[in-house]
Structures are given as structure tokens and as C-alpha cells.
């Protein structure tokens, strides 16, 4: 569950960075 939780906050970090 902690896993999901740190890929899910990873995801949603490249794609502010990534402009979407």
C-alpha cells in the first residue's frame, strides 16, 4: 500500500514536470 502511495506521488511529480 506504501508502495502504491510512493509510485503514485512519483507519477504525479514527472508529469507536473513534464507540463500535463
Same mark, same amino acid.
Given at each position: 500500500?506504501?508502495?502504491?502511495?510512493? #509510485?503514485?506521488? #512519483?507519477i504525479a511529480l514527472i508529469a507536473?514536470?513534464?507540463?500535463?
Amino acid at each position: 500500500m506504501l508502495y502504491w502511495t510512493v #509510485i503514485c506521488l #512519483i507519477i504525479a511529480l514527472i508529469a507536473g514536470v513534464l507540463g500535463f
